[in-house]
């Protein structure tokens, strides 16, 4: 018995269906959810390995058909990584993906305004995806990286959103938000008024950083800003409540003291005249421009209202009526409010801000 042949045209039949299921299996989208899926491909992994780890998530249908596919294509090398895929993307374009190193999944990290350097190195240390190289440095040592030998790092990052891809490192987001705040300052200092008391840009950061803990109302700061000037060139103690908590580390426990007041710290503002040594926070461009651009006027003293912003005065005894009034708004107590109040009659100076 004579075995017929295949016709050319059924083998041509099966062979467009093969290359039809082939095509089907490569191009049809393996991404159905919204907001992709993010996919970590680790150092070391080979190409078997990632094609397993695909199909058991379902982003390969046939294993056997995608591995013929990868053989037909020039020779690649996986690049590691964390990859974001969006919504309806297929097999070949996943390793496209991974072979071109395109399409990284981006984290955020961001400096919030007001926050003091060991706030910026625990959020750090509580990143996802970063390789944590400050938990073997103290601050001099991270300076000294910076290529300042003698700068503390308090104020020196500017607040602000940086994204970095899984395994990047946190001394590079420092030394990212260090150069950015550099630029800034410098920027924002060729266009400074004239006629400020600072003897340097350095001074300047201090104020903005005073400011930005002084208040959130924006439209406030120049205002504060002009009452620190004015207090700075009447050589007056500055009396400013957040260098006592910063000069008071971790014995600050959400209450300041009449004995806080009077302890002697290089930041304590009530005791010491002048700026304190240093920054005592991330100040915002806002606050920075408010120590550049500061309001004139006669005022000498303020005092908190709540989310009201502040009272404003010009002589000891109308802002101490200020406090008065402040202190009888209808539900309105706070126990520090009186403290500074009795305070500034004690010592009979000048004071800055009462909470």
């Known amino acids: 018995m004579m075995v017929k042949k295949p016709s050319v045209i059924f083998v041509i039949c099966l062979f467009f269906i093969f290359a039809s299921v082939w095509l089907y299996t490569l191009l049809i989208p393996v991404v159905s959810q919204r907001d992709g899926i993010i996919f970590y491909l680790k150092p070391g992994t080979s190409e078997s390995t990632l094609i397993a780890d695909l199909s058991k998530l ?3 249908r046939s294993p056997f058909l995608f591995t013929l596919y990868t053989r037909l294509q020039p020779t690649s090398y996986l690049k590691t990584g964390e990859y974001y895929f969006p919504e309806g993307s297929s097999a070949v374009s996943i390793w496209r993906q991974v072979t071109q190193g395109r399409g990284f999944f981006q984290r955020a990290f961001t400096i919030i305004p007001g926050w003091s350097f060991k706030q910026v190195q625990q959020a750090l240390l509580q990143a996802e995806g970063l390789e944590h190289e400050l938990i073997n440095m103290d601050n001099k040592e991270i300076m000294r990286r910076l290529g300042y030998l003698k700068l503390n790092p308090e104020g ?3 607040p602000e959103t940086y994204y970095y891809t899984r395994g990047y490192s946190d001394f590079v987001i420092l030394k990212r938000a ?6 800034k300052l410098n920027q924002a200092w060729k266009q400074r008024a004239s006629g400020l008391p600072y003897q340097d840009i350095y001074q300047m950061l201090i104020v903005a950083s005073l400011i930005e803990k002084e208040t959130h109302v924006e439209a406030e700061r120049p205002m504060i800003a002009g009452v620190i000037i004015n207090r700075l060139k009447k050589n007056m103690l500055l009396q400013i409540d957040p260098t006592v908590i910063y000069g ?3 014995h600050y426990q959400g209450k300041i003291t009449k004995k806080d007041l009077i302890q002697d710290t290089p930041y304590n503002t009530y005791v010491h005249k002048g700026l304190p040594p240093t920054p005592i926070a991330m100040p915002s461009m806002s ?3 408010a120590a550049l651009h500061p309001i004139q ?3 000498y003293y303020f005092v908190a209202l709540g989310k009201q912003g502040h009272q404003f005065s010009e002589t000891l005894i109308a802002h101490q009526a ?3 009034a402040a ?3 209808p539900g309105y107590f706070n126990e520090r409010l009186i403290e500074n109040y009795l305070y500034s009659l004690f010592q009979m100076t000048t004071l800055t801000k009462v909470h």
Do not use: D
């Open 156 to 158: 020196e990052f500017y």
């Open 327 to 329: 202190n009888r708004q």
């Open 58 to 60: 379902g982003m390969i």
């Open 297 to 299: 006027h006669q005022y």
């Open 178 to 183: 260090n150069v950015l705040m550099q630029k």
């Open 322 to 324: 200020a406090v008065a």
């Open 287 to 289: 606050s920075i421009q």
């Open 248 to 250: 008071m580390g971790e």
